[in-house]
Protein backbone atom coordinates (compact mmCIF):
# COMPACT_ATOMS: atom_id res chain seq x y z
CA UNK A 1 0.00 0.00 0.00
CA UNK A 2 3.03 2.42 0.47
CA UNK A 3 2.89 5.66 -1.98
CA UNK A 4 -0.89 4.97 -2.31
CA UNK A 5 -3.25 7.83 -0.62
CA UNK A 6 -6.61 7.47 0.15
CA UNK A 7 -8.95 10.38 0.51
CA UNK A 8 -9.94 9.34 4.02
CA UNK A 9 -6.19 9.92 5.23
CA UNK A 10 -6.86 13.37 3.62
CA UNK A 11 -9.82 14.00 6.03
CA UNK A 12 -8.54 13.05 8.46
CA UNK A 13 -5.86 15.24 8.21
CA UNK A 14 -8.00 18.45 7.61
CA UNK A 15 -9.84 17.91 10.37
CA UNK A 16 -9.50 20.43 12.82
CA UNK A 17 -12.02 21.55 15.53
CA UNK A 18 -13.73 24.79 13.95
CA UNK A 19 -15.58 26.75 17.10
CA UNK A 20 -16.09 29.96 14.48
CA UNK A 21 -19.24 29.41 11.80
CA UNK A 22 -20.30 31.39 9.15
CA UNK A 23 -24.30 32.25 8.89
CA UNK A 24 -25.59 29.25 6.28
CA UNK A 25 -27.89 27.14 7.94
CA UNK A 26 -27.51 23.06 7.99
CA UNK A 27 -29.79 20.74 6.09
CA UNK A 28 -32.00 18.67 8.76
CA UNK A 29 -31.13 15.61 6.11
CA UNK A 30 -27.26 16.21 6.30
CA UNK A 31 -27.98 16.25 10.37
CA UNK A 32 -29.80 13.07 9.51
CA UNK A 33 -27.08 11.67 7.28
CA UNK A 34 -24.24 12.41 9.98
CA UNK A 35 -26.08 10.68 12.41
CA UNK A 36 -25.94 7.58 10.08
CA UNK A 37 -22.69 7.51 9.62
CA UNK A 38 -21.85 7.85 13.12
CA UNK A 39 -23.73 4.93 13.79
CA UNK A 40 -21.12 2.91 11.16
CA UNK A 41 -18.45 2.98 14.34
CA UNK A 42 -17.58 -0.33 15.91
CA UNK A 43 -18.86 -0.85 19.31
CA UNK A 44 -19.05 -3.36 21.84
CA UNK A 45 -21.33 -7.00 21.60
CA UNK A 46 -22.12 -5.60 18.66
CA UNK A 47 -24.96 -2.91 20.05
CA UNK A 48 -25.19 0.28 18.93
CA UNK A 49 -25.71 2.22 22.47
CA UNK A 50 -25.23 5.83 20.56
CA UNK A 51 -28.38 8.18 21.04
CA UNK A 52 -28.07 11.95 19.37
CA UNK A 53 -30.77 14.57 20.27
CA UNK A 54 -31.35 17.11 17.62
CA UNK A 55 -31.36 20.64 19.58
CA UNK A 56 -33.20 21.95 16.24
CA UNK A 57 -34.98 24.87 17.89
CA UNK A 58 -33.88 28.41 19.90
CA UNK A 59 -36.42 27.80 21.92
CA UNK A 60 -34.59 24.35 22.90
CA UNK A 61 -31.09 25.61 22.34
CA UNK A 62 -32.31 28.03 25.27
CA UNK A 63 -33.31 25.93 27.74
CA UNK A 64 -30.54 23.22 27.49
CA UNK A 65 -28.31 27.05 27.62
CA UNK A 66 -29.60 28.04 30.60
CA UNK A 67 -29.83 24.05 32.42
CA UNK A 68 -26.26 23.65 31.86
CA UNK A 69 -24.55 27.49 32.71
CA UNK A 70 -26.43 26.59 36.01
CA UNK A 71 -25.00 23.29 37.04
CA UNK A 72 -22.08 24.51 36.18
CA UNK A 73 -22.12 27.97 38.11
CA UNK A 74 -22.68 25.54 41.18
CA UNK A 75 -19.13 23.90 40.17
CA UNK A 76 -17.45 26.98 39.73
CA UNK A 77 -19.05 28.85 43.01
CA UNK A 78 -18.22 26.00 44.73
CA UNK A 79 -14.46 26.42 44.18
CA UNK A 80 -14.93 30.40 44.82
CA UNK A 81 -13.95 30.97 41.19
CA UNK A 82 -13.82 34.91 40.62
CA UNK A 83 -16.98 36.39 39.82
CA UNK A 84 -15.72 38.13 36.66
CA UNK A 85 -14.50 34.46 35.39
CA UNK A 86 -17.41 32.64 36.07
CA UNK A 87 -19.43 35.69 34.13
CA UNK A 88 -17.49 35.26 31.31
CA UNK A 89 -17.28 31.53 30.99
CA UNK A 90 -20.81 31.58 31.79
CA UNK A 91 -21.57 33.66 28.78
CA UNK A 92 -19.33 31.99 26.48
CA UNK A 93 -20.58 28.84 26.71
CA UNK A 94 -24.31 30.19 25.86
CA UNK A 95 -23.27 32.09 23.17
CA UNK A 96 -21.27 28.68 21.55
CA UNK A 97 -24.80 27.04 22.28
CA UNK A 98 -26.99 29.33 20.34
CA UNK A 99 -24.20 29.72 18.08
CA UNK A 100 -24.14 26.49 16.37
CA UNK A 101 -26.15 25.90 12.88
CA UNK A 102 -26.20 22.21 14.11
CA UNK A 103 -26.29 21.50 17.49
CA UNK A 104 -26.55 17.42 18.94
CA UNK A 105 -26.26 16.04 22.09
CA UNK A 106 -24.98 12.51 21.91
CA UNK A 107 -25.60 10.26 24.40
CA UNK A 108 -24.65 6.48 25.36
CA UNK A 109 -27.69 4.05 26.21
CA UNK A 110 -25.93 1.64 28.81
CA UNK A 111 -28.92 -1.58 28.26
CA UNK A 112 -26.74 -3.52 25.83
CA UNK A 113 -23.74 -3.92 28.35
CA UNK A 114 -23.04 -7.08 29.94
CA UNK A 115 -23.77 -7.72 33.89
CA UNK A 116 -20.23 -7.48 35.27
CA UNK A 117 -19.22 -9.59 39.03
CA UNK A 118 -17.56 -6.47 40.27
CA UNK A 119 -16.86 -3.14 40.10
CA UNK A 120 -13.14 -3.61 37.90
CA UNK A 121 -15.41 -5.26 35.48
CA UNK A 122 -18.21 -2.92 35.76
CA UNK A 123 -15.97 0.01 35.23
CA UNK A 124 -14.34 -2.00 32.46
CA UNK A 125 -17.98 -2.40 30.50
CA UNK A 126 -18.65 1.06 30.64
CA UNK A 127 -15.44 2.31 29.48
CA UNK A 128 -16.03 0.04 26.23
CA UNK A 129 -19.46 1.70 25.59
CA UNK A 130 -17.66 5.09 26.54
CA UNK A 131 -15.26 4.46 23.50
CA UNK A 132 -17.48 3.15 21.12
CA UNK A 133 -19.40 6.67 21.82
CA UNK A 134 -15.91 8.60 20.94
CA UNK A 135 -15.66 6.12 17.74
CA UNK A 136 -18.87 7.46 16.26
CA UNK A 137 -18.13 11.07 16.55
CA UNK A 138 -15.23 10.57 14.99
CA UNK A 139 -17.03 9.33 12.51
CA UNK A 140 -19.21 12.09 12.09
CA UNK A 141 -17.00 15.06 12.33
CA UNK A 142 -14.82 13.10 9.35
CA UNK A 143 -18.14 13.11 7.79
CA UNK A 144 -18.84 16.42 8.28
CA UNK A 145 -15.45 17.43 7.02
CA UNK A 146 -15.68 15.33 3.73
CA UNK A 147 -19.10 17.59 3.12
CA UNK A 148 -17.47 21.24 3.45
CA UNK A 149 -18.79 21.50 7.19
CA UNK A 150 -16.93 21.73 10.00
CA UNK A 151 -17.23 21.79 14.19
CA UNK A 152 -16.14 20.62 17.59
CA UNK A 153 -16.93 18.88 20.56
CA UNK A 154 -17.65 19.61 23.78
CA UNK A 155 -17.35 16.80 26.48
CA UNK A 156 -19.36 19.51 29.05
CA UNK A 157 -23.03 17.17 29.32
CA UNK A 158 -20.96 14.40 30.89
CA UNK A 159 -20.47 16.91 34.12
CA UNK A 160 -24.35 18.19 33.81
CA UNK A 161 -26.04 15.14 33.07
CA UNK A 162 -29.15 15.46 34.82
CA UNK A 163 -29.52 18.97 33.68
CA UNK A 164 -29.22 18.23 30.46
CA UNK A 165 -31.33 15.11 30.12
CA UNK A 166 -34.77 17.66 32.12
CA UNK A 167 -33.99 20.25 29.91
CA UNK A 168 -34.07 17.92 27.28
CA UNK A 169 -36.93 15.81 28.35
CA UNK A 170 -34.54 12.28 26.94
CA UNK A 171 -35.65 9.28 27.09
CA UNK A 172 -35.34 7.34 29.67
CA UNK A 173 -31.95 5.12 29.41
CA UNK A 174 -30.12 8.38 27.25
CA UNK A 175 -27.51 9.13 29.00
CA UNK A 176 -25.74 12.85 27.47
CA UNK A 177 -22.43 12.87 26.98
CA UNK A 178 -21.22 15.20 24.67
CA UNK A 179 -22.25 18.18 22.35
CA UNK A 180 -21.64 18.03 18.99
CA UNK A 181 -21.42 21.17 17.23
CA UNK A 182 -21.25 21.89 13.33
CA UNK A 183 -21.63 24.53 11.01
CA UNK A 184 -19.83 25.52 7.86
CA UNK A 185 -16.70 27.38 8.95
CA UNK A 186 -16.64 30.81 9.17
CA UNK A 187 -14.62 32.41 5.98
CA UNK A 188 -10.81 32.57 6.76
CA UNK A 189 -11.52 30.51 9.88
CA UNK A 190 -7.44 29.34 10.98
CA UNK A 191 -7.79 26.92 13.60
CA UNK A 192 -5.47 26.95 16.52
CA UNK A 193 -1.52 25.89 16.72
CA UNK A 194 -1.19 22.51 17.34
CA UNK A 195 1.75 20.13 18.38
CA UNK A 196 2.12 17.26 15.70
CA UNK A 197 2.34 13.67 17.16
CA UNK A 198 5.31 11.89 16.67
CA UNK A 199 4.89 8.29 15.49
CA UNK A 200 8.22 7.94 17.24
CA UNK A 201 6.64 9.12 20.96
CA UNK A 202 3.82 7.38 20.75
CA UNK A 203 4.26 3.76 19.27
CA UNK A 204 6.98 0.71 20.56
CA UNK A 205 8.01 -2.08 18.42
CA UNK A 206 8.41 -5.42 20.78
C1 LIG B 1 -13.31 14.15 24.73
C2 LIG B 1 -13.17 15.54 24.16
C3 LIG B 1 -13.72 16.61 24.83
C4 LIG B 1 -13.60 17.91 24.31
N1 LIG B 1 -14.19 18.95 24.95
C5 LIG B 1 -14.09 20.19 24.43
C6 LIG B 1 -14.74 21.27 25.05
O1 LIG B 1 -15.40 21.11 26.08
N2 LIG B 1 -14.63 22.51 24.49
C7 LIG B 1 -13.93 22.70 23.33
O2 LIG B 1 -13.87 23.84 22.85
N3 LIG B 1 -13.28 21.68 22.71
C8 LIG B 1 -13.35 20.44 23.23
N4 LIG B 1 -12.74 19.39 22.59
C9 LIG B 1 -11.95 19.63 21.37
C10 LIG B 1 -10.45 19.66 21.71
O3 LIG B 1 -10.14 20.84 22.40
C11 LIG B 1 -9.66 19.55 20.42
O4 LIG B 1 -9.97 18.33 19.79
C12 LIG B 1 -8.16 19.61 20.69
O5 LIG B 1 -7.78 20.89 21.11
C13 LIG B 1 -7.32 19.25 19.45
O6 LIG B 1 -7.59 20.16 18.39
P1 LIG B 1 -8.16 19.63 16.99
O7 LIG B 1 -9.51 18.98 17.25
O8 LIG B 1 -8.25 20.83 16.13
O9 LIG B 1 -7.23 18.60 16.46
C14 LIG B 1 -12.88 18.11 23.10
C15 LIG B 1 -12.33 17.01 22.43
C16 LIG B 1 -12.50 15.74 22.95
C17 LIG B 1 -11.92 14.56 22.18
New binding site residues.
Given amino acids: MEGEYYPVADVISQR ?2 V ?1 RFGPEPVARGLVRELVALACRAPAPHKSRPWRFAYVATDGAKGRLAEAMSGAWLADLEAVETPVRDVQRLISRSKEQISAAPALLVACLDYSDAKEQEDERRRSAERDMFVQSLGAALQNMLLAAVERGLAG ?5 PLFCAPAVREALELPDGWDPA ?1 LVLLGHPEEGFE ?2 P ?1 ADVEVVDVMVER
Wanted: no cysteine.
Fill in positions: RSRYLKGAFPAR
